[in-house]
């Protein structure tokens, strides 16, 4: 298949580029590079620098591709708070841009990354997809708004469009910011032999999923998805922070030294999905916990920090 990947420079992206490559796809990145890294792109992928919301200036250079599928986003729940135009323009507004785009370029499958965050600090857990959903932050808002302007494109324009709710992505390329960034803070940490910083007192949980699993989750079935949908990626299984401070100082073999600070804004307590409806389109995500924080850790020890 021809393959337009936004945001393939960053962490899930460049993950997701490897794989497609390996499996003989014809690719195509679209990325500014404000938060991505050019060498996370593989040589057998074409690259083009440029941004979402401004596709005229690029997409005459793509020609007709079977599928897109969208990563570019802004990904920190507090920045959505501070900045919260930015936020809509990047999420909502790019999405919306990046659907029109993928019509005029005939692409016949839409996939997009949305967020666990778009569910809220909902008490009766696992979340499904079918709700209740009650964002409380506007990249949770925008991240649900964008789902449904996919689902209406997608019926209105003959396009299957795949949204993916994303648990917490950990894994090796990580930066620091986001929903799923505190493995990499606390690797980060760990590596330049200083505290971790907890926000909140260490009880919150997460559903952890490494990023190889979502790469194989964005990958799935294309060429055959199936009817438009939302789906969960994630494990199914929860960690709360406390414990996963324990799993790292298991595999990096260290006294893992941390204080505790204000929660921050817009974070939520407790966050488990449902992994029904993804294990019955055919997915289940494969990599440990441990493994998936042991790989992570050797990736920053080897690094010293995150590639900025």
Not at 182 to 187: K, L, T, W
Not at 276 to 303: C, D, M, N, S
Request: charged share 15%; proline share 4%; glycine share 10%.
């Amino acid at each position: 298949m021809k393959i337009l990947v936004t945001g393939g420079a960053g962490f899930i992206g460049s993950h997701l580029l490897t794989a497609l490559v390996a499996q003989g796809d014809q690719v195509i990145v679209v990325d500014n590079l404000s938060t991505g890294t050019r060498s996370f792109v593989p040589p057998e992928a074409k690259f083009i620098e440029a941004d979402i919301l401004a596709p005229d200036a690029w997409k005459n250079e793509v020609g007709p591709v079977d599928a897109v599928i969208h990563l570019a986003a802004q990904i920190s729940v507090p920045l959505s708070e501070t900045y919260p135009v930015e936020d809509l323009r990047t999420n909502l507004q790019g999405t919306l841009t990046m659907l029109e785009t993928a019509t005029f370029l005939g692409a016949r499958e839409f996939r997009m990354a949305s967020s666990a965050a778009v569910y809220g600090d909902v008490a009766s857990l696992p979340l499904q997809e079918s709700g209740p959903l009650h964002p409380i932050s506007f990249y949770g808002l925008n991240k649900w708004a964008a789902e449904q302007y996919l689902l209406h494109w997608a019926a209105t324009h003959g396009m299957t469009g795949i949204a993916l709710r994303l648990a917490n992505v950990y894994g090796p390329r990580q930066r620091t910011a986001g929903e799923g960034g505190v493995v990499a803070m606390f690797c980060e940490a760990l590596a330049a032999g200083t505290t971790l910083t907890v926000h909140g007192d260490g009880s919150q949980t997460r559903d952890f999923i490494a990023v190889q699993d979502v790469a194989r989750a964005f990958s799935h079935r294309l060429g055959n998805p199936g009817s438009s949908a939302v789906y969960n990626v994630s494990t199914g299984t929860t960690t709360s922070v406390l414990n996963l401070i324990d799993v790292l100082g298991a595999v990096s073999g260290q006294d893992v030294r941390y204080l505790t600070v204000e929660p921050r804004i817009g974070d939520i307590h407790d966050s488990l999905l449902s992994t029904t409806l993804a294990e019955q389109w055919g997915f289940r995500a494969q990599v440990p916990l441990t493994q998936g924080i042991e790989e992570t850790w050797h990736y920053f020890q080897k690094t010293g920090h995150e590639i900025r």
